[in-house]
């Protein structure tokens, strides 16, 4: 079963490489130019997830997020924001607002694609998918098994577990205190820089075949899965 994903976003030329690039992903695309088109689809058929631009002629798209939470056919759909708003404030307003996740642009297909599949795992089990994969990484979680380029990367339990908390939310920047939080039994006493020591373990597994380095360090802040490619313009 495909998901269907309705795009609303009003640049012609964004909506186009979206439209491409998602049906490739694997999904089934709708596309609204603004937010009275959108809600016209959504009453003819509800989508499985919004992808919704914040910045829309006539009705913006937080103000679209909030009609839709109000109504009760609609206050569970999956809203995804797209927005060149990248402060903090702008961020927990689109989150206050209802949205389920807020990718900033410019950003890469890759990223919106796996912020996607992670939203539609958490509120649409029926999607759920037993492998994640970023850029050349592949993660078999059934099998529990690790791909790079095809070579297969052997980790740890704990290595394993962190890299998959990093491939459900790319290019999402992580404190070490989230990622002990996130990987680390709360029974154990762990230190934070034990973070550091196995993302060091992680990264010197993941690159071992000369492959660039997908593991992004920010300073004073954390860590993020990130290619580095060429990202979506605004």
Not at 57 to 82: D, H
Not at 198 to 225: F, H, K, P, Q, S
Request: aromatic share 6%.
């Amino acid at each position: 079963m495909r998901p269907l994903v309705l795009v609303v976003e009003d640049e012609t030329a964004l909506q186009q490489v979206l439209a491409y690039n998602l049906e490739r992903a694997g999904f089934a695309v709708e596309q609204a130019f603004d937010a009275d088109e959108a809600l016209t689809l959504i009453a003819e058929r509800t989508p499985d997830l919004i992808v919704l631009d914040w910045m829309l002629p006539y009705m913006s798209g937080l103000e679209l997020c909030r009609q839709l939470r109000r109504k009760a056919a609609t206050a569970n759909l999956p809203v995804i924001m797209l927005t060149a708003r990248g402060e903090e404030p702008d961020r927990l307003r689109g989150l206050d607002t209802g949205a389920d996740d807020y990718v900033t642009k410019p950003f890469s297909i890759d990223e919106l694609v796996a912020r996607m599949r992670a939203v539609l795992r958490r509120v649409r089990p029926v999607f759920a998918e037993e492998v994640l994969s970023f850029a050349d990484l592949m993660m078999d979680l059934a099998g529990h098994r690790v791909l790079r380029s095809g070579r297969e990367v052997h980790l740890s339990p704990t290595e394993f577990r962190l890299l998959r908390q990093l491939l459900e939310s790319p290019g999402r920047v992580f404190s070490r205190g989230q990622l002990l939080d996130l990987v680390w039994s709360r029974d154990q006493d762990v230190e934070l820089r034990t973070v550091d020591a196995t993302i060091r373990r992680l990264r010197r597994a993941l690159n071992a075949g000369g492959e660039a380095d997908l593991l992004r360090t920010v300073r004073a802040a954390g860590y993020a899965l990130d290619d580095g490619a060429a990202r979506l313009a605004s």
